[in-house]
């Protein structure tokens, strides 16, 4: 069985906050005549989070300041089973930005950036007069165009709702 031990947060003007390593918080009583445990409530992107003293605070962040050291001074807080949901202690872990992606593309959270945009593979863009242009990589057509690097490689990939909002350039992959 594992223990669940609660420690208070260290947030200046909010005594009475604990957090617990099962990811849960405690909010000091009100209303109530008893403190109110919490998970908090889900963000846009899936994370727990709780308002305290009118700031939010995403619950995972809380539970690693308090019970992980962070002796490396890494600023980001890894799920290490990639559920944003898990705020567990045992599930936590702090990592740099480089590791937390890398965690994400070796687990299948996120594709590599690398592969979708194909680095190095001839382009085909069409201008908004019809020209046709043939580059050698996105890189290229952009310098040369003075287009967005983003909108070409998403015109190139299909993933764009209107082709044509990289000022009227559109782009396939050869």
Same mark, same amino acid.
């Given at each position: ?29 009100? =209303? ?18 709780? #308002? ?31 559920? =944003? ?29 690398? #592969?979708?945009?194909?680095?190095? #593979? ?18 290229? /057509? ?8 983003? /909108?070409?490689?998403?015109? /190139? ?13 559109? /782009?396939?992959?050869?």
């Amino acid at each position: 069985m594992i223990d669940i031990l609660r420690k208070e947060i260290n947030i200046p003007d909010a005594q009475g906050f604990f957090v617990y390593t099962n990811g849960w918080v405690e909010r000091p009583k009100g =209303k109530s005549r008893y403190p109110q445990c919490t998970q908090g409530s889900l963000n846009l992107d899936g994370y727990f989070q709780i #308002k305290i003293k009118c700031k939010t605070y995403l619950i995972h962040r809380l539970v690693a300041s308090a019970f992980l050291d962070n002796i490396e001074g890494k600023l980001e807080v890894n799920h290490i089973d990639g559920n =944003k949901r898990n705020n567990q202690l045992v599930n936590l872990e702090w990592n740099t930005r480089k590791e937390n992606q890398n965690h994400a593309w070796d687990t299948g959270l996120h594709e590599r950036t690398r #592969k979708i945009f194909q680095a190095g #593979k001839m382009v085909e863009v069409v201008d908004p007069k019809g020209t046709i242009w043939v580059f050698e990589s996105v890189k290229h /057509a952009t310098e040369a165009l003075g287009v967005s690097r983003q /909108a070409l490689e998403k015109s /190139a990939l299909g993933k764009t709702k209107r082709p044509d909002r990289g000022l009227g350039y559109t /782009a396939k992959y050869i």
